[in-house]
């Protein structure tokens, strides 16, 4: 079945320890998006890509890292510059100009 | 600038009433509009796209939405709620363009009682 696989579905963290979330797509999709939710609060764009080796900052940027280097995958680095990095993360992917489809996330915890 | 409101954070109806789920768009020009579903500890899932064609959009699991660019509205609705429908309901705008990037409302809760 295709889809977008996001791994793993919980994730814990100690103070400045950097860490990487794994986003993998078999949809053929050309774009590929990071999204950070919070309670109460609507999907925020943190990184995108529509290309292969190309990425674009989205709202969020600041205390996070991306890399494109195959089409299937795009994982996303919660760093330790990430002051509040506790949040549910979400993958999406898309080809261009037709609806974005979202992986089943993962929630990161500071221990 | 695009944006989009979710007039209401939390909706209670009952099993077998309809349901109403409310949402504004604020755009320069014609939209892409979409609703989503998220169940709790998971991801999103289409309900609903408008793309400029037919205003009265018919999505899956029973639900619909009318675009009304006088209102500036685009409200979910359902005939008859089921206790399946319980979730998070998000209404979302794309400004257009290659980026294909999206506006999220806040959300609205949909709480189904039996």
């Known amino acids: 079945d295709g889809g977008i696989t996001q791994s793993p579905k919980y994730l814990f963290r100690k103070e400045g320890q950097n860490v990487t979330l794994s986003c993998e797509q078999n949809l053929n999709h050309d774009a590929m998006y990071w999204y950070r939710q919070d309670p109460g609060q609507g999907l925020r764009l943190i990184y995108y890509s529509q290309i292969v080796n190309d990425f674009q900052k989205g709202d969020i940027a600041e205390g996070y890292s991306v890399s494109r280097e195959k089409k299937e995958s795009f994982p996303l680095t919660v760093t330790s510059a990430q002051k509040n990095p506790t949040a549910f993360y979400l993958c999406?992917?898309?080809?261009?100009?037709?609806?974005?489809?979202f992986g089943d996330g993962t929630r990161l915890s500071i221990l | 600038a695009q944006s989009v409101t979710q007039l209401d954070s939390h909706v209670s109806v009952s099993e077998g009433t309809p349901v109403l789920l409310r949402c504004n768009y604020s755009?320069?020009?014609?939209?892409?509009l979409f609703w989503y579903v998220q169940h709790p500890n998971k991801g999103l899932q289409l309900l609903l796209k408008y793309t400029s064609a037919a205003t009265l959009v018919k999505g899956i699991n029973g639900f619909e939405a009318e675009f009304k660019k006088s209102e500036t509205s685009f409200h979910l609705t359902k005939p008859s709620a089921h206790m399946s429908d319980a979730a998070e309901y998000f209404c979302v705008v794309s400004p257009g363009g290659a980026t294909n990037k999206l506006i999220f409302g806040t959300g609205t809760l949909l709480a189904v009682q039996p």
């Open positions: 999406a992917s898309s080809k261009i100009m037709q609806p974005q489809h």
């Open positions: 755009s320069s020009y014609s939209p892409s």
